[in-house]
Each structure stands twice: as C-alpha cells, then as structure tokens.
C-alpha cells in the first residue's frame, strides 16, 4: 500500500506530494527489485539506496530518461556500475516504480533490460486498472 504524506499547498491549491519508491511485484507476489538489492554486498547496496534517495529527493531531472516513461539511476561503487529501472506513476508522479536491477558490464543499457522494465510497467498498470475496476 502506497502512503501518501502531504507535504505542501503550491499556490494554486493543488496538494503536492512527496516522491516515494516502491518495488515492482508480480502477480505471485515476487519482488525482483527487492531480490536484486539483497543479493548485492553491503556496500554495493549502500550506494544504489543512497543514489535513490537522491532521485527521489530532487526528481527525474537528476535521473537518464531511457525511453518512453522509463528512467535509470546510475549508481557506482568500487569499479563496479548498478543500474534502477524505473517509472514515474500516480495521479501525481510521485510513485517512482522500480522495474529492473542490474549491474551494468557494457556501455549501453542493454535492450533486454529495457524491454523488461516496458514489459512490467505495462503489467503494473494492468493489474492497477483491473483492480480499480472491481475485476
């Protein structure tokens, strides 16, 4: 469940609301994202939740758009590159959606893990708009 914290009243009236991560989880109830960051030694772990919680204190702007809604943060440590896969969702984007994990071993971001990243946000929202229509 999704705990919306209202942080400020923007002079037009509208409410805004803090950015917060939340894991993607499958239909079982597998959590991929959760699974990639345990399986990362302490340090490794400590850097990608540390530039994380950067991107969700300062926003996309900080994050490398992929393509079409997907976003990645880019954490190193040691010689060693991670990267987060992940969308903006909510009525007011302040759901940021972690879609895939890895470590980056070549220059691009490879297609595979693009595809996925697109392939779970489009189940997310399936079972989103499943669930709010009562199915």
Same mark, same amino acid.
């Given at each position: 469940?999704?705990?919306?914290? $209202? ?6 009236? $509208? =409410? ?15 959590? =991929? ?17 540390? %530039?994380?919680?950067?991107?969700? $204190? ?7 758009? /992929? ?5 990645? /943060? ?23 959606? @972690? ?10 971001? =490879? =297609? ?5 990243? %697109?392939?779970?946000? @489009? ?9 709010? @229509?009562?199915?």
């Amino acid at each position: 469940m999704i705990y919306f914290e $209202q942080v400020d009243v923007m002079r037009s009236g $509208q =409410p805004q609301y803090k950015r917060q991560w939340r894991d993607y989880d499958t239909e079982s109830g597998a959590r =991929p994202i959760k699974d990639f960051l345990l399986a990362l030694l302490d340090e490794d772990r400590a850097a990608v939740l540390e %530039e994380m919680e950067y991107v969700r $204190q300062h926003g996309t702007s900080v994050a490398r758009h /992929v393509r079409q809604g997907i976003y990645e /943060v880019r954490a190193t440590y040691d010689t060693k590159a991670y990267r987060i896969l992940f969308a903006c969702e909510g009525r007011f984007h302040h759901v940021l959606l @972690a879609l895939d994990g890895f470590q980056k071993k070549t220059q691009q971001t =490879p =297609p595979a893990h693009i595809k996925r990243a %697109e392939q779970r946000l @489009a189940d997310w929202r399936r079972r989103g708009k499943a669930k709010r @229509a009562g199915t």
